[in-house]
C-alpha cells in the first residue's frame, strides 16, 4: 500500500482516538452528582489505578506489540479506550471507577503500537513526514476535543456527564477504523526478515566507536548471552523457542548499544524524570483547579488544554529550528526549564487564583513540550533505527515506574497521604531537585570543556556547510 495512504489511515485514527471532550473535565464529573465522589477518593483511591495499570502492562504490552505484528493490539487499544469510557458511565462505586482506571492504563499502554506501527509499515526515506503527520494528527484531535468541550459547556449544550457519551463516539469510530489498517508482515525483534539476523553485529559496527566495540566484542563473549553471531543463522526461527531467543539476544544487544552512550543515557534520564513530573502534574491539575476561588462558577479547564496543545506544539516546532550545540549547553537549558518549572508548580501550589494557576500549568506544559522535542531527538541521532522503539518504549517504562512511585509516597495516601496543594508543592521541589542536580552536571561539562581547551559555543556548527564554503 502506497505510504501516504498509510499515512492517512493513521491520521484518522489519531485524530479520533484523541478526540475525548469529556477529559478537560473528568475530575468534575467524578466529584459531582453524577458520581458523587470526594476528591480525597479521586486522587487517592481512583486515578493512582490507571498509573499502577500502565506500568504493569507497559512492558507485556511492548513485546506483544512486536509479537503479534501491531495490528491486533491496536485494534486492542480502541477496545481499551471504547471500555473505559462505557463502563464509567454505569460505574457508581470505587471498585467500579478502578475497573474504569485499569481499562484507562491499558489504553495508554497499548498507544505504543500505535506509534511504532509506523515504522514497521513504512519506507524509512518517509519516516519523518508520516511521523509529523501522525503528531499534528493526534495534537489536532486534542485541541478539537478541549475546544468543543468548552464550548458546549460554556453554552450549556451539555452537562460534564453527558460529554462521555461523545468520547465514546470517537473511540469507538476509532476502533472500527483500525479494520482499515494494512497487516505488517515482519517485526524488529520477533519477525524479522530471516536474512537480516545473522547479520545483527554488521548492521551496528560502522556505527560504534572503538571503545564501544571493544564493549561489544565482550558483551558477545559473556555467557550471559544466549548466542553467538556465527550460530545465528544455524537457529530454527521456525521454532516459537528460537523466535524469543532471538528476540531476547537483539533486545540485549540494542540496550546495551545505546545505554554504553553517556549523551544518549544523559538525555535518557532527564526524559524520564521530567516526564514522570509532568504526567502526575497533569494527571491531578483538576483537583487543584477545584480548590481555587472560582468566578462566577466556571471552569476553562477546555479552553486552558487547547491553549496547552496548539502553544506547546508550536514550542515543539520552533525549539527544532534551534541550532544551539546541545552536547555543550543541553544541561545548562535543562537546569533552566527544570528550575523555571519547579518555580512554577509552586506559584500554583500557592495561590487561589484559578486564571494565576491556569497560566503556571500553560507555562509549565509548554515548557515540557519543548524540551521533550530536544530530548527524543538528542537520543534518537545515537541509536540505530531498529532500536528506537525498544529506547524510547524503556524510557517511558522508567517514567511510569518513578510515577508510581511517586503516586504511593505522595498521592495514594499509603505514605504521606498529603493534600492536593502539598502535593503540588512536593511536585515543584521535584523540579527544583531536578533543576539543581542538572546544573552541577552542566558546571562540569563546562569546566570539562576548558580543561581540555575546547571553546564555549552556544550554536551549532554543521561541519558540511563550512566545507561546502
Known amino acids: 500500500m502506497d505510504w501516504t495512504r498509510i499515512s492517512l489511515l493513521l491520521c484518522v485514527f489519531g485524530f479520533l482516538k484523541e478526540f475525548r471532550p469529556s477529559e478537560p473535565f473528568v475530575t468534575e464529573y467524578l466529584t459531582g452528582p453524577w458520581k458523587n465522589f470526594t476528591e480525597q477518593q479521586a486522587y487517592q483511591e481512583i486515578y493512582p489505578v490507571g498509573t499502577y495499570s500502565y506500568l504493569t502492562t507497559l512492558v507485556a504490552v511492548f513485546l506483544l506489540t512486536d509479537f503479534v505484528r501491531y495490528k491486533p493490539v491496536i ?15 454505569s460505574a457508581q462505586t470505587i471498585w467500579g471507577m478502578e475497573i474504569v482506571q485499569f481499562f484507562y492504563g491499558l489504553f495508554q499502554a497499548t498507544e505504543v503500537a500505535y506509534y511504532t506501527y509506523i515504522y514497521a509499515k513504512v519506507s524509512k526515506i518517509h519516516y519523518q513526514e508520516v511521523t509529523s503527520h501522525v503528531r499534528m494528527a493526534i495534537l489536532l484531535g486534542r485541541f478539537t476535543a478541549s475546544v468543543a468541550s468548552q464550548l458546549i459547556v460554556s453554552f450549556n449544550m451539555l452537562d460534564y456527564g453527558q460529554l462521555i457519551y461523545l468520547t465514546i463516539t470517537g473511540i469507538v469510530t476509532a476502533t472500527l477504523w483500525t479494520c482499515f489498517l494494512p497487516s505488517v508482515a515482519q517485526s524488529i525483534y520477533f519477525h524479522p526478515p530471516q536474512d537480516s539476523l545473522p547479520s545483527v553485529s554488521s548492521t551496528h559496527r560502522h556505527r560504534i566507536s572503538a571503545s564501544e566495540l571493544e564493549l561489544e566484542d565482550k558483551q558477545i563473549s559473556n555467557p550471559h548471552q544466549v548466542l553467538e553471531n556465527k550460530n545465528l543463522k544455524e537457529v530454527p526461527y521456525e521454532t516459537l523457542r528460537a523466535k524469543f531467543r532471538n528476540a531476547y539476544h537483539l533486545l540485549w ?15 535518557s534520564i532527564w526524559w524520564a524524570f521530567a516526564t514522570c513530573g509532568y504526567v502526575q502534574v497533569i494527571t491531578y491539575v483538576q483537583l487543584l483547579w477545584q480548590n481555587s476561588i472560582v468566578e462566577g462558577g466556571k471552569y476553562y479547564n477546555g479552553a486552558v488544554e487547547a491553549s496547552l496543545t496548539i502553544l506547546g506544539a508550536l514550542a515543539a516546532f520552533g525549539i527544532g529550528k534551534l541550532k544551539l550545540n546541545w552536547p555543550m549547553v543541553g544541561e545548562t537549558i535543562l537546569s533552566f526549564f527544570a528550575l523555571m518549572q519547579g518555580s512554577l508548580l509552586v506559584i500554583a501550589a500557592q495561590t487561589y487564583s484559578l486564571w494565576l494557576s491556569y497560566i503556571a500549568y500553560i507555562l509549565f506544559g509548554v515548557m515540557y513540550q519543548g524540551m521533550i522535542t530536544v530530548a527524543s531527538s538528542e537520543v534518537a541521532k545515537k541509536l540505530s533505527e531498529d532500536s528506537y522503539g525498544l529506547i524510547f518504549g524503556l524510557n517511558t517504562f522508567l517514567a511510569t515506574l518513578l510515577q508510581s512511585a511517586l503516586t504511593f509516597v505522595v498521592t495514594g495516601g499509603q505514605v504521606l497521604n498529603l493534600t492536593i496543594r502539598l502535593q503540588y508543592l512536593v511536585y515543584g521541589g521535584y523540579f527544583l531537585i531536578l533543576g539543581g542536580a542538572f546544573m552541577l552536571m552542566a558546571i562540569i561539562t563546562i569546566v570539562e570543556n576548558q580543561r581540555i581547551g575546547q571553546r564555549f559555543q552556544l550554536w551549532q556548527v554543521c561541519e558540511d556547510i563550512r566545507r561546502s564554503s
Request: one cysteine or more; charged letters at 10%; a positive charge.
Open 253 to 267: 544487544r540494542h540496550f546495551l548499544l545505546a545505554y554504553s552512550d553517556f549523551h544518549v543515557l544523559k538525555w
Open 75 to 89: 485494534i486492542l487499544c480502541g477496545l481499551a479506550g471504547s471500555c473505559t469510557f462505557i463502563i464509567m458511565i
